[in-house]
């Protein structure tokens, strides 16, 4: 099947300092990425959908100024974390969709865990 | 009621069993996804589905469009099994197409 990467897999940064997460897809071109989040314990909740040159669409109470998106091109995606806090660790994980023909499948990242002290 | 449901919520093993994890949801959908999350919190993706059966060695995923029904089997148990195993669906709503993720079933196999 196809592969989404995601780099780093792993950050600590320290409070008020931005961090970038990049998804890439690796042997498919993505139309469509999306931007999840997990709390512990909890399911992954949806951020935003990123289209390829496009603004993305975020859902409700994501602020777009915090976590900003920018999908580039369509095999990258990246999400910054602007003056990160304390709240924001998360695991953080994007998902890649590929559009042909019938075909409409999604592809899941292995995910970020972000821990900001 | 959760769009997705999974059963059970907690499952324990004995090395060697075979184990089902169901996933019942109730929306229209596009594909089912069945994906494996460690403790450490890596997702892997296992299967995605929209109709009949799929394998990968131990692994086999099913799905009943018409019960709205899928199921995830894991033949010849092993304690390296052990993870959060997550039914996520594809909901068809024109283009958007968003997931809806079950809550997971923990599965520990134990030695």
């Known amino acids: 099947g196809a592969v989404v990467s995601q780099h780093p897999s792993w950050v600590i940064c320290k409070s008020g300092t931005s961090v970038k997460i990049e998804c890439r897809s690796l042997?498919?071109?993505?139309?469509?990425m999306f931007w999840y989040r997990q709390f512990p314990k909890q399911s992954l909740m949806l951020m935003a959908t990123?289209?390829?040159?496009?603004?993305?669409?975020?859902e409700q109470g994501v602020e777009k100024d915090k976590f900003l998106i920018n999908h580039a091109s369509l095999t990258l995606s990246t999400l910054t974390v602007t003056s990160a806090h304390p709240e924001d660790s998360s695991f953080y994980i994007c998902?890649?969709?590929?559009?042909?023909?019938?075909?409409?499948?999604?592809?899941f990242g292995p995910g970020t865990r972000l821990t900001v002290l | 009621k959760n769009e997705v449901e999974q059963s059970p919520q907690n499952l324990t093993a004995q090395e060697g069993e075979f184990i089902t994890i169901n996933c019942s949801y109730s929306?229209?959908?596009?594909?089912l996804h069945w994906l494996q999350q460690h403790p450490g919190g890596g997702i892997v993706s296992l299967f995605m589905?929209?109709?009949g059966k799929k394998k990968h060695g131990r692994l086999i995923a099913t799905i009943n469009i018409q019960e709205k029904h899928s199921s995830l089997h894991i033949t010849a148990s092993h304690p390296r099994d052990s993870a959060v195993y997550i039914c996520?669906?594809?909901?068809?709503?024109?283009?958007?197409?968003?997931?809806?993720f079950g809550k997971g079933t923990r599965l520990h196999i134990l030695p």
């Open positions: 998902s890649a969709r590929v559009r042909e023909g019938l075909s409409n499948e999604q592809f």
């Open positions: 042997d498919f071109q993505a139309t469509t």
């Open positions: 990123s289209n390829e040159g496009s603004k993305a669409t975020y």
């Open positions: 929306v229209g959908i596009s594909a």
């Open positions: 589905l929209s109709s």
């Open positions: 996520a669906v594809g909901n068809e709503m024109g283009r958007d197409d968003k997931i809806i």
